[in-house]
């Protein structure tokens, strides 16, 4: 039986989110000791590492929970766990393209300013120009 700082030092995760994961349903209750001590054994440990995983490759807390009831049910169709992940990966995907966009204006921005001077800074006068970055934000992203 581990405690909640071992286990919470073995999956890198911080004892206050293990006590969160609880309060919100992601982790069972743990059994305590007579002292009121919490004591996890394999099956938490594996379901916070789990999560934890989960989390690191973006999956939002409500994504985690379709996926731990999911896997809850061995006998059920892969297909919605496919559809998470293919949900995921579209997510991933915007934001990259969403990246992408941000770093081909900072080049740009970076590339025409040749000013020797800040009061000459392309780039300082790119970012006081709300207009364009209104009309930037109607824009959909490529």
Do not use: N, W
Not at 73 to 101: F, K, M, N
Not at 119 to 128: F, K, Q, S, W
């Amino acid at each position: 039986m581990l405690s909640i700082g071992t286990l919470a030092k073995r999956t890198g995760t911080k004892v206050q989110t293990v006590r969160y994961y609880e309060q919100i349903g992601l982790m069972p209750e743990p059994g305590r000791t007579e002292g009121g001590q919490r004591r996890y054994g394999d099956v938490e440990l594996d379901r916070l590492a789990f999560i934890r995983h989960s989390r690191q490759l973006g999956f939002s807390l409500e994504a985690i929970r379709e996926l731990l009831d999911l896997s809850d049910s061995p006998e059920r169709s892969c297909a919605q766990v496919d559809a998470i992940a293919r949900r995921q990966l579209r997510e991933v995907e915007a934001r990259l393209a969403r990246l992408e966009a941000l770093r081909t204006e900072l080049q740009r921005m970076i590339g025409e300013c040749k000013a020797d001077r800040v009061a000459d800074c392309r780039i300082l006068e790119v970012l006081r120009d709300h207009e364009e970055c209104l009309a930037d934000h109607d824009r959909p992203v490529a």
